[in-house]
């Protein structure tokens, strides 16, 4: 049945939207709409890119289409004031799979009486077909990094702008390591993922064999995993577990942690690793950066606008074919993604353990790198450009 849907939504339901014709107006209020009530990764981009705007001082209103939304709980977040004029522009954070539920849901009329701006993230050079019929229908497209940008620009006519995520240091809650039982001189590595965005992807395996080579060398070394998924419902995550089992200094969690919970984790970290084959941006390792975490990053894809040998332990990869089970990954032919080696990485741990201060000092300026482009990357400066285009 889903795959039934799947196949009508891509080629009956993208048809049916229909494109804006209303040009773009800077003076009115721009609306947020995305799963401002979920722990994903698309729901923190809606919430970074409202709290943006809201900085920036553009009077904003708020859509929520969370299909989980009772996962708000571990939200710790509060959204501002909201204008109840109607929005002359809308920025929807969900990728085209997304959008038919979400613009049908809100009305035809509705979709059609805005300047609708996609918000895309896409991790691949290939792009699926149905992104494609998306692009149809929304007069401009925000996409997170040049990587994706150089994905999406052919597609399209409208503007394409890359606006990376507006990340912050937010709230970091302490005690971490007393809550997972880690020592307080235990070298503490990190790894936030999410096996429903496609674990392959993500490939946390790579980190635990890196850091089972890097235990060799540091055995008071511990590798905490936070992930989200139900190891009795998804074989790869049960997988992961199996591959973990009898090492005591690794953990992986799939418990509900509030959002000030996972930034304390990773603040409390020693280093923050991951191996991804591709990232649209890397969320997580933006977010480690932010707390001055040292980074090991696979040197692919949406990360290598912010992180570079300067400032990141950058893991270059050879590239090989995709093949996932993954609806969005399936089937896509010429596709490539990273093979990050776990020996490099496990070396470079090792790097970091050897000479914490040097570590740190690095870190530092991975977080100035990252903070002056994301000022340079604004919500604001991207609706000034549309703006200016349009005169």
Avoid at 78 to 99: D, V
Avoid at 109 to 122: M, S
Avoid at 201 to 211: C, E, G, L
């Amino acid at each position: 049945m889903r795959s039934l849907y799947r196949a009508f939504r891509s080629h009956v339901l993208q048809r049916l939207i229909p494109k804006s014709r209303v040009a773009f107006d800077p003076a009115r209020p721009v609306e947020v709409a995305g799963y401002l009530s979920m722990m994903a990764g698309v729901g923190e981009s809606a919430r970074l890119c409202a709290d943006a705007l809201v900085s920036a001082g553009r009077t904003i209103s708020l859509r929520d289409v969370s299909t989980h939304a009772g996962e708000g709980s571990s939200v710790e977040w509060t959204a501002a004031a909201q204008s109840s004029a109607k929005p002359g522009t809308r920025i929807w954070h969900l990728n085209p799979p997304m959008l038919p539920r979400a613009v049908l849901s809100t009305g035809l009329g509705e979709f059609a009486r805005a300047y609708n701006i996609g918000y895309w993230a896409w991790e691949l050079e290939v792009v699926p077909a149905e992104w494609r019929n998306g692009a149809r229908y929304v007069n401009a497209v925000f996409v997170p990094s040049e990587f994706t940008r150089k994905a999406i620009a052919p597609l399209t006519s409208a503007p394409v702008i890359v606006v990376p995520h507006p990340v912050t240091e937010k709230p970091a809650a302490d005690g971490m390591r007393a809550k997972f039982g880690i020592e307080d001189d235990a070298f503490l590595v990190s790894f936030i993922f999410s096996a429903g965005s496609s674990i392959n992807r993500k490939n946390p395996q790579a980190v635990i064999d890196a850091f089972k080579i890097f235990q060799a060398r540091c055995p008071k070394a511990f590798l905490l995993m936070k992930g989200s998924g139900d190891p009795a419902k998804d074989a790869g995550l049960a997988a992961l577990y199996r591959s973990a089992e009898g090492n005591s200094r690794i953990r992986i969690v799939t418990d509900k942690l509030a959002s000030s919970e996972i930034n304390g984790l990773i603040r409390d970290s020693d280093a923050y690793i991951s191996l991804h084959r591709s990232e649209g941006f890397g969320l997580t390792v933006a977010e480690a950066i932010i707390h001055n975490t040292p980074v090991v990053s696979t040197g692919w894809s949406g990360t290598v606008d912010f992180c570079d040998p300067n400032n990141t332990w950058n893991v270059a990869p050879s590239l090989i074919s995709v093949v996932d089970t993954h609806p969005e990954f399936a089937a896509l032919d010429g596709a490539v993604w990273a093979d990050p080696s776990p020996e490099i990485a496990a070396g470079y741990l090792a790097e970091i353990h050897a000479d914490p201060e040097a570590a740190k000092a690095k870190a530092a300026r991975a977080k100035r790198f990252l903070i002056a482009y994301l000022e340079a990357n604004t919500y604001e400066k991207a609706l000034q450009t549309l703006a200016s285009a349009d005169r």
